[in-house]
């Protein structure tokens, strides 16, 4: 089954601080990873892509990388600031299966609050 | 060029009746996804089409909800004789799904409220 898991659902730290976020998913069979941003409420902000070929990709404070084989990927934020507060969403697409199409997988999200 | 439209953004419907959701996919793109999101949880993959045809509803509830792409105009999800369990955000993504980019863009979705 395809799936992806996130830790941790939840992480509070001060601001300043530098920290990273883990997605991991089961099957290495993907076409691409990407990470979105949620406020509450509100839709989804795409942050970074990383097509399956690739090992990491960056924009600004945030950097993403991803091991296909071990079937993981960490985003990684710089100089944490409140206005990076927001739940964010791992995605991975995975190839089709059994004659299936191709499924954008989503993990449950990790809830960040950066406290000024 | 604009982004994946959706409409409306809010939807209030009472139980029993039907509500439909509207997709417009980005300029050149012919495939559209809908993911459904219920509170608390991560989004859900609910449908592939592509331009009048079905590609793959395996995420689709199989009574009630009803999805279409036709050959002119938005995608529409469909939701008969809604029930609470209904409320939700229905997004709405849409590819190019050409060559190495198999990218999806996203709506800013519609939340419907059933009452």
């Known amino acids: 089954k395809q799936e992806v898991t996130q830790i941790p659902a939840a992480l509070s730290v001060p601001e300043g601080e530098n920290l990273v976020l883990n997605c991991s998913f089961t099957?290495?069979?993907?076409?691409?990873l990407q990470w979105f941003r949620q406020d509450p409420g509100k839709g989804l902000t795409s942050l970074l892509l990383i097509q399956s070929s690739q090992r990491e990709q960056t924009s600004g404070r945030l950097n993403a990388s991803l091991d296909k084989s071990s079937g993981r990927s960490t985003l990684y934020i710089a100089a944490s600031q409140p206005g990076d507060s927001a739940t964010y969403l791992c995605a991975v697409l995975f190839r089709g299966t059994q004659g299936g199409s191709e499924k954008l997988v989503f993990g449950k999200g990790t809830k960040l609050t950066v406290n000024p | 060029n604009a982004g994946v439209m959706q409409n409306p953004r809010h939807l209030v419907r009472r139980r029993g009746q039907e509500a439909r959701l509207r997709c417009s996919p980005m300029k050149g793109h012919s495939h559209v996804y809908w993911y459904r999101q219920l509170p608390e949880e991560g989004l859900k993959f609910m449908v592939y089409?592509?331009?009048?045809?079905?590609?793959?509803e395996s995420g689709m509830p199989k009574e009630r909800f009803s999805a279409e792409f036709p050959k002119e105009g938005p995608s529409i999800l469909r939701i008969q004789q809604v029930v609470r369990g209904d409320s939700a955000a229905y997004f709405c993504?849409?590819?190019?799904?050409?060559?190495?980019?198999?990218?999806?863009?996203f709506g800013p979705g519609t939340r419907l409220t059933v009452t």
């Open positions: 089409l592509q331009k009048e045809n079905i590609i793959d």
């Open positions: 099957d290495s069979a993907i076409y691409n």
């Open positions: 993504a849409s590819s190019p799904r050409s060559g190495v980019s198999y990218e999806q863009y």
